[in-house]
């Protein structure tokens, strides 16, 4: 299935390693610029610069997204120039309310 991402932009939370990081470098893979975020901030900067090298923009924040996910994607859509997609691949913070 063809999305056409190329040029926009995702938010994927979660994202340093498995199923986060491997949605994550799919997009960018298809050129889809990416905003990570993960509780490790070793791995957040290794996974930003590995989807940066693919020549997409890329932003990473340590969140732990029980507290801070809205701030995030403040920042994120700042960063990148808006959100087109969220893929929401860890489940703390997201809360009725």
């Known amino acids: 299935m063809d999305l056409q991402p190329k040029g926009k932009n995702a938010i994927v939370t979660g994202a340093t390693r ?5 949605i994550a470098e799919s997009f960018a893979n298809e050129g889809c610029n990416v905003a990570i975020c993960a ?13 940066t090298a693919k020549g997409v923009a890329a932003f990473g924040q340590v969140v732990d997204v029980g507290d801070a996910l809205a701030a ?13 997609t969220i893929v929401s691949n860890v489940s703390g913070g997201l809360r009725p309310g």
């Open 72 to 84: 995030f994607f403040d920042a994120s859509a700042a960063a990148l120039g808006g959100i087109d």
């Open 39 to 51: 509780r490790n901030s070793d791995a957040v900067d290794e996974a930003v610069a590995a989807l």
């Open 18 to 22: 498995g199923i986060g990081r491997a």
